[in-house]
C-alpha cells in the first residue's frame, strides 16, 4: 500500500460518493479501527484524507477502538462523538465482514451507513 494507491482509490470513491448521495452535507466518513498497522503509514487513513480535502466531508480518524483481539468477534468502541447522522465507512479489505458488523453496531443510531470497501491485490 503506497499513498499513490490511495490516492487511486480516493479519486474513484470521490466519483462513487458524489454521485450516489450528491449533497454531501451532513455525511462524515470513519474508517473500521485499526488494529494491525497502529503507527507510521495506514492506507485506509490516507484514502479516507483524500477523500475529506476533495469533497469537503469531514473524516474523524481513530474514531473507533477495537478493545479485545478477538478477529471473527471484534468489540468496538466509539472513541469520540460523531455528531453527522449519516457516516461513510472505509476499510481497505475484507474477509470475513465481522469488522463492518462491529462498526455498524457502534452507529446503529444513525440515519445512514455507507460501508466503502477498497481492496488491491498488485
Request: hydrophobic fraction near 40%; aromatic fraction near 8%; include cysteine.
Amino acid at each position: 500500500a503506497s499513498a499513490d494507491h490511495a490516492m487511486m482509490f480516493a479519486e474513484s470513491a470521490c466519483k462513487f460518493i458524489t454521485s450516489f448521495i450528491g449533497d454531501t452535507s451532513g455525511w462524515c466518513i470513519i474508517t473500521t479501527p485499526r488494529r494491525r498497522h497502529a503507527d507510521g503509514f495506514h492506507f485506509a487513513t490516507e484514502v479516507c484524507r483524500n477523500i475529506s480535502s476533495s469533497t469537503g466531508i469531514p473524516f474523524y480518524d481513530d474514531a473507533l477502538q477495537c478493545v479485545n483481539h478477538d478477529r471473527l468477534h471484534p468489540d468496538f468502541r466509539l472513541l469520540r462523538p460523531i455528531p453527522e447522522r449519516r457516516v461513510i465507512v472505509y476499510d481497505d479489505i475484507i474477509t470475513t465482514g465481522s469488522t463492518m458488523i462491529a462498526t455498524n453496531a457502534q452507529l446503529g443510531d444513525r440515519e445512514m451507513v455507507i460501508n466503502l470497501i477498497g481492496i488491491s491485490n498488485r
